[in-house]
Nanobody, 124 residues
């Protein structure tokens, strides 16, 4: 089992920045690829970013490429999502997710463990 706890969400003005954190516990964190997803009201959960076990491979949704950065610190069992140049359309609940394997995936079905989510609201 893996437990994931997100933090760092909040209210920010358009153009601002936030850094989300996801603390993992329960099994060897460094063996798991990690991902961030988001879900806006009335919409399906969508892929944001993913990172492999070592941090050497990352992938982003086109909508966030160049603005968001995913990273991880295996010594702290934590994955981060740095969000810059935020837009109102980034408003959503952001979820951290863990795979059971070291390699990345862009589909939510590829993830076994999910956090409870953290709200990000970007005002115009």
């Amino acid at each position: 089992q893996v437990q994931l706890v997100e933090s760092g969400g909040g209210l920010v003005q358009a153009g601002g920045s936030l850094r989300l954190s996801c603390a993992a516990s329960g099994r060897t964190f460094s063996e798991n690829a990690m991902g961030w997803f988001r879900q806006a009201p009335g919409k399906e959960r969508e892929f944001v970013a993913t990172i492999n076990w070592s941090g050497g491979r990352t992938y982003y949704a086109d909508s966030v490429k160049g603005r968001f950065t995913i990273s991880r610190d295996n010594a702290k069992n934590t994955v981060y999502l740095q969000m810059n140049s935020l837009k109102p359309e980034d408003t959503a609940v952001y979820y951290c997710a863990a795979r059971g394997v070291p390699t990345t995936s862009v589909g939510p079905g590829g993830y076994e463990y999910w956090g409870q989510g953290t709200q990000v609201t970007v005002s115009s």
